[in-house]
């Protein structure tokens, strides 16, 4: 089993910025593909970004077209903790956003999840 537990959610004018973490533990956090979604009320949950460890020097990442260039993903494998940073937010960036682990790739249907963190922005 791995456990995901996000933090770092919170309310936020237009414009500003966040930063999500969603650390890990119970298995080697290395070896898993991670991600976060999101989920607006009313709306389907959506991809927004993920990350794949190679080796010690390269990840893979993919960003959704709707937040690239203002959202970024890292990972510190030493901490075993991703980050979703979060800027020039907008009110439509409102949603739930869930941390996602998977040994393959994260997907709608990935093996782990977080509880959510509630990201709320203001116009």
């Known amino acids: 089993q791995l456990q995901l537990v996000e933090s770092g959610g919170g309310s936020v004018q237009a414009g500003g910025s966040l930063r999500l973490s969603c650390t890990a533990s119970?298995?080697?956090?290395?070896?898993?593909?991670m991600g976060w979604f999101r989920q607006a009320p009313g709306k389907e949950r959506e991809f927004v970004a993920r990350i794949k460890h190679i080796d010690m020097s390269i990840t893979n990442t993919n960003i959704a077209d709707s937040v690239k260039g203002r959202f970024a993903i890292s990972r510190d494998n030493g901490k075993n903790t991703i980050y979703l940073q979060m800027n020039s937010l907008k009110p439509e960036d409102t949603a739930v956003y869930y941390c996602a682990a998977d040994p393959v790739v994260v997907t709608f249907a990935s093996r782990y999840w977080g509880q959510g963190a509630q990201v709320t922005v203001s116009s």
């Open positions: 119970g298995r080697t956090f290395t070896n898993h593909d």
